[in-house]
Nanobody, 115 residues
């Protein structure tokens, strides 16, 4: 089993910044892809950013240029730096990692951006 613990959410004004972190522990051999997802009430969870083990990244168009995903393979952590936040970035952010072809999810952290 793999456990994920997210931190760093909160309330921020539009234009501000937040940094989300996710630490993985447990039966970890090799973490392949790592990602951050966002979910708002009434909508499906959607991918915000992904990072492969070789650090190749992909971003949703809505956050490109404002968010940066990074990872530390030695520490099994993934971070999402969020700048120039907008009210539409509000939601619960979930960390996801892929280990041995299985997906593991964190419990989520709330991000609220006020206008």
């Amino acid at each position: 089993q793999v456990q994920l613990v997210e931190s760093g959410g909160g309330l921020v004004q539009a234009g501000g910044s937040l940094r989300l972190s996710c630490a993985a522990s447990g039966s970890i051999y090799t973490i392949n892809d790592m990602a951050w997802y966002r979910q708002v009430p009434g909508k499906q969870r959607e991918v915000v950013a992904t990072i492969a083990r070789d650090r190749n990244t992909n971003y949703d168009t809505s956050v490109k240029g404002r968010f940066t995903i990074s990872r530390d393979n030695a520490k099994n952590t993934v971070t999402l730096q969020m700048n120039s936040l907008k009210p539409e970035d509000t939601g619960v952010y979930y960390c996801k990692v892929v280990v041995m072809l299985s997906n593991y999810w964190g419990r989520g952290t709330q991000v609220t951006v006020s206008s």
